[in-house]
């Protein structure tokens, strides 16, 4: 499922793409980001999954889950404490940057794993990461903090971009090259209500 909504006046198309329990690190002292207070990035590097997941094979077609019921489920079967994380939930834009031919193209989920999100009925936006997928599965890194790039641009108080534009321009004007190889992909993070 795909649709358009208005990030900050210009349609965008986001495709759900899954969600994920996370522990969630205050931001550490080498990361120089001014305003970051903890990172809610998508990606591993700092603030963790709940689980190393992918061996449980219960994932989506995104490397994430349809639903939190899901992931309960499996912490349940497996005696995963999942008291200390937070729940997210993820959309993301329906196109990703490939940077050796600065051109946007389309992505879609692994075929072999069922997708089906279930969108949640409450949820709020925390703001825009750019993670990598050189491997075009998992999500990799996100280098605004992985890399700490934020430190030399403006961030939240959760090292993600405010907005989509904000994401969509730092990626186009080259921002994340020689960061962490792409191609690049831009998420609305959001925690659920």
């Known amino acids: 499922m795909r649709y358009t909504h208005d990030t900050n006046h210009q349609d965008t198309t986001m495709i759900p793409v899954g969600y994920m329990y996370k522990k969630i690190v205050i931001k550490p002292d080498w990361l120089q980001a001014a305003n970051a207070v903890d990172v809610y990035s998508l990606s591993n590097c700092i603030s963790h999954g709940f689980a190393d997941y992918i061996n449980y094979w219960q994932h989506n077609g995104y490397w994430l889950f349809d639903s939190p019921a899901i992931i309960e489920a499996l912490a349940a079967a497996e005696n ?24 946007w193209a389309t992505f879609a989920p692994e075929p072999s794993c069922v997708t089906d999100v279930q969108i949640p009925v409450h949820k709020h936006l925390e ?13 990799e890194c996100s280098p605004l903090s992985c890399n700490a790039l934020a430190t030399d641009i403006s961030v939240n108080q959760h090292c993600l971009f405010n907005t989509f534009a904000e994401a969509k321009e730092a990626i186009e004007r080259g921002f994340f090259k020689n960061s962490e190889p792409g191609p690049y992909r831009i998420f609305a993070v959001y925690t659920i209500l």
């Open 80 to 103: 995963i404490d999942l008291s200390d994380t937070t729940l997210f939930y993820y959309e993301a834009y329906e196109y990703e940057y490939v940077e050796k031919t600065d051109t």
């Open 127 to 139: 703001g825009f990461d750019v993670t990598t997928f050189s491997g075009h599965n998992e999500p």
